[in-house]
């Protein structure tokens, strides 16, 4: 055999090592990219847990608001006119406390905002007798007059109005009412408002007037 023939053989043996070689090397980074993808997360699943955990820590407010109106009001200043809302807003716990707001600002969001403080800062404590009230009551606010009405158990609240969502978020689930005089739910939320506060258990009336309670109902 020549001398060129083995050089030739020798330099086919040399390629096809360093083939070799390079296509073991390429396998090897291939398993340690997989290795690498499979032990760090995606950005989405990062994120994902991060949602988790930060809906999980927000606990749930046992307070509760309804917008009951948002009008437009307008001041009439040396300028001209002066454009702004206002939002009537009810706050309740549906465990006895129940509030009013009222306020005004340039923005509806702010103006709803301002009414929840007002509602939260006016709270009343309303004594409930079962599911009911204890006795019937009149509330008066300006023109609006509103009637409160005890109810048997199944009634639900039989009212409309800016009357039910007040009753509804003082945790009243059977009552009568009737809405009569003026229309606005400002006044309307007020005399029923303004009945609530007046309400007194008959344990009360009882001690008051040196009675017990089975003196005080017969």
Not at 50 to 72: D, G, H, L
Not at 132 to 141: K, Q
Request: some cysteine; proline content about 4%; hydrophobic content about 40%.
């Amino acid at each position: 055999m020549s001398d060129e023939i083995k050089e030739e053989v020798v330099a086919e043996e040399t390629v096809v090592e360093e083939t070799a070689s390079e296509e073991t090397a390429t396998e090897k980074e291939e398993d340690v990219t997989e290795e690498v993808v499979t032990k760090l997360p995606s950005k989405k699943q990062r994120n994902r847990k991060k949602n988790v955990e930060t809906s999980e820590a927000k606990p749930e407010s046992e307070w509760k608001e309804q917008v009951v109106q948002i009008s437009r009001v307008t001041k009439v200043v040396k300028g001209g006119k002066k454009l702004s809302f206002r939002a009537v807003v009810i706050v309740g716990n549906q465990k006895g406390q129940v509030g009013v707001g009222c306020a005004k600002a340039a923005e509806v969001i702010i103006a709803i905002q301002k009414a929840i403080a007002d509602g939260r800062k006016n709270l009343i404590t309303v004594p409930i007798f079962k599911t009911t009230i204890p006795h019937p009551i009149v509330g008066r606010s300006g023109a609006g007059k509103v009637m409160l009405r005890p109810a048997s158990q199944g009634t639900g609240i039989i009212a409309g109005g800016a009357v039910r969502p007040v009753l509804e978020l003082a945790g009243i689930e059977n009552i009568l009412t009737k809405s009569q005089g003026s229309k606005s739910p400002l006044n309307a939320a007020y005399a029923t408002i303004d009945a609530l506060k007046s309400l007194r258990m008959f344990s009360d009336v009882a001690k008051k007037r040196g009675l017990s309670m089975a003196e005080l109902l017969n």
